[in-house]
């Protein structure tokens, strides 16, 4: 009777372990580009928040910022049958198919610096895109004193949030600084340090009165910056598995919650984005925090 007893609770708790680890939430992170320092801040986040929580979550790096090495991947983590694919990608329309394909086979997809990704579950944004834009134009005129040419990075042509803060720094510049003057179009180089400065070397000698540059990118020019604002790589890392953690246990993400990492949020349930209010500044008394995350 004893042995019955005891043969019968030892199955149970097996039952009991099989069903916790076939329920434990399976998570890959796809980002631009591996072995940068921004990204190897956002792995540390991933896995701190992924062991905090039990998750099984982990970041996967391309060697390159190619769309085409990102489809790989994303193709690799639905052959593993992961329960979510989270992505920060380089050209989200190249995206789209494999992405929809994820969502066939019942993944769930997180996207990050992509607003208006299709076939995305949600989008979240770290600040205000719009506004982003518009901070990053107003630091920019105060070091030009509101004059002279300037020129724009971002780090893709095909990165929908970039090209948005552009847009909308040099719209606040056209009516709030006429006497400032972009040159060219926007440049597609910051997710490489070695082209922009190539094509600062350039734009100087062709613009010798050039006086400024507006980058954005997780590489771009590094040398000489005066100020900006970025958001804590790090932080997404763990709001991605924060997000996917509510997802997994069907908690309802809504307009006004709080969500740690993010702040109170603003949710538009039709675009599928998440919007948060949580930048750092670029200056003496942040950087050398940052500075010890390696960035």
Avoid at 57 to 66: F, I, K, L, R, S
Wanted: glycine share 10%; aromatic share 6%; proline share 4%.
């Amino acid at each position: 009777m004893k042995k019955s007893v005891l043969v019968g609770l030892f199955a149970s708790l097996l039952l009991s372990v099989s069903a916790q680890a076939a329920d434990k939430l399976k998570m890959g992170v796809v980002v631009k580009i591996g072995g940068i320092p921004w990204f190897n801040a956002m792995e540390a986040g991933i896995k701190s928040e992924s062991a905090k929580r039990g998750i099984d979550a982990w970041m996967v790096g391309p060697t390159a910022a190619d769309p085409a090495l990102q489809v790989r991947a994303i193709e690799d983590l639905i052959a593993q049958k992961v329960d979510i694919i989270g992505v920060v990608p380089n050209d989200a329309r190249v995206l789209e198919p494999v992405l929809k394909r994820a969502q066939e086979a019942g993944i769930k997809v997180i996207v990050h610096e992509s607003p208006g990704q299709k076939y995305a579950d949600w989008d979240f944004e770290l600040v205000d895109a719009s506004q982003h834009g518009v901070n990053h134009m107003k630091a920019l005129a105060a070091c030009m004193k509101e004059q002279g040419k300037y020129a724009v990075y971002v780090g893709s042509l095909t990165v929908p949030l970039h090209i948005t803060w552009s847009d909308s720094a040099i719209n606040y510049q056209k009516q709030h600084y006429p006497n400032m003057q972009l040159v060219g179009d926007k440049f597609g180089v910051g997710e490489s340090l070695d082209d922009s400065v190539r094509t600062t070397n350039d734009l100087m000698a062709k613009y010798p009165d050039l006086k400024g540059v507006l980058a954005f990118g997780s590489q771009g020019p590094i040398g000489a910056i005066k100020g900006g604002y970025i958001w804590n790589p790090m932080v997404a890392g763990e709001v991605f598995v924060r997000i996917a953690d509510m997802m997994h246990k069907g908690e309802k993400i809504t307009d006004g919650m709080t969500i740690e990492g993010m702040g109170k949020v603003q949710v538009d349930a039709q675009q599928h984005t998440i919007l948060g209010n949580a930048t750092e500044s670029l200056d003496k008394q942040n950087l050398p925090k940052l500075v010890k995350m390696g960035l």
